[in-house]
Nanobody, 124 residues
């Protein structure tokens, strides 16, 4: 079992930045690929970014490439999402997820474990 707790959401103006963090507990963190999904009101959950356990490979959905950066610190059992040049369409609840297979997250499928989500609101 893995428990995930997100932090760092909030309200920001368009063009601003936020850094989300997700801290894991309960199992060996580096075993898991980690990812971020988001869900806007009335929309389906969308894959945003993913990173392999060995910090070798990262993946991003097209709409965030060049603006968002996913990273992880295995010593701190944490994964981060640095979000720059935020747009109103980035407004959503952002969820951290973990899975033993990176391809699961890259394919946009649900990971084995999920956090409770953190709200990001970007005002125009």
């Amino acid at each position: 079992q893995v428990q995930l707790v997100e932090a760092g959401g909030g309200l920001v103006q368009a063009g601003g930045s936020l850094r989300l963090s997700c801290t894991a507990s309960g199992d060996t963190f580096r075993r898991y690929a980690m990812g971020w999904f988001r869900q806007a009101p009335g929309k389906e959950r969308e894959h945003v970014a993913a990173i392999s356990g060995g910090v070798v490979n990262t993946y991003y959905t097209d709409s965030v490439k060049g603006r968002f950066t996913i990273s992880r610190d295995n010593a701190k059992s944490s994964v981060y999402l640095q979000m720059n040049s935020l747009k109103p369409e980035d407004t959503a609840v952002y969820y951290c997820t973990a899975d033993t297979f990176l391809n699961t997250l890259v394919a946009g499928r649900r990971g084995d474990y999920w956090g409770q989500g953190t709200q990001v609101t970007v005002s125009s």
